[in-house]
């Protein structure tokens, strides 16, 4: 199925819709259940009198931990934007298709962008509260390579080849802007934006982080007027080939 010029708007307007609201069941996952994964109770410091070897121990579980909360609740966000995609993306391929290649693919993608995100936040702030640039850097990672890798998604079911490279470029970019913009906005607009954590804890803020970052990539999910249109070679086969039949 291919989009009319007409079609865009409406596509764009409900591709942005979808993305809110995968970030809203994403938002829900976290508020019901964050953190899903917990540091065992053998590994818990009592008091400030723990010996160093407690506390590493401490330290490397709670690092490990945050990793698997990271990777959990990103790729969710990722299966739930790739879901995004096979229903809003105008294509021939099977609407099945479509919806396991968005939710397995997306949810890759989002573990993928999880980790990569959690460890430069554990780079970051290790026992002192991150800045607002140190924090814009985390989440332009973070959501730029889940654009990266959605859009690729999103170019894969678009049924050419270079369509992969525009959507995963739009997508790096739309992701990259929201990631910055969330600390900013969340330090000028709320009192404690709670920027420190790679997961927001508190209520508000959570909402501002996945808002910015689902809606800004739900921009990228309708396909260009461009993508629909055969590339040059494309045309020259199909000339060469009509040629050949009237022959």
Request: aromatic share 8%; glycine share 12%.
């Amino acid at each position: 199925m291919k989009s009319s010029p007409g079609q865009l708007p409406v596509n764009r307007l409900l591709s942005f819709l979808l993305a809110l609201v995968a970030g809203s069941i994403t938002w829900g996952f976290i508020h019901t259940q964050d953190p899903f994964f917990k540091v065992a109770e053998r590994y818990h410091i009592r008091g400030l009198g723990e010996s160093d070897e407690r506390w590493n121990a401490y330290l490397e579980q709670q690092s490990r931990v945050d990793f698997m909360n990271a990777a959990l609740v990103i790729g969710i966000l990722g299966g739930a934007l790739g879901l995004t995609f096979a229903v809003c993306r105008p294509t021939r391929v099977s609407i099945h298709w479509r919806l396991l290649m968005g939710i397995v693919f997306g949810m890759l993608v989002g573990v993928v962008a999880g980790v990569a995100g959690d460890s430069i936040q554990q780079h970051f702030a290790g026992s002192r509260q991150l800045s607002v640039v140190e924090s814009a850097y985390i989440n332009a990672t973070l959501f730029g390579l889940l654009g990266l890798g959605l859009g690729a998604i999103a170019g894969g079911m678009g049924g050419f080849g270079w369509a992969i490279l525009d959507r995963a470029v739009a997508g790096l970019i739309a992701g990259a802007i929201a990631g910055i913009l969330y600390p900013v906005v969340g330090f000028v607009a709320l009192d404690s934006a709670n920027i420190e954590a790679f997961i927001p804890r508190m209520t508000m803020t959570r909402l501002l982080w996945l808002g910015m970052g689902t809606g800004f990539l739900g921009l990228l999910i309708p396909s260009s007027v461009s993508e629909n249109n055969p590339t040059s070679l494309e045309t020259a086969e199909t000339k060469a080939t009509k040629s050949c039949i009237v022959l």
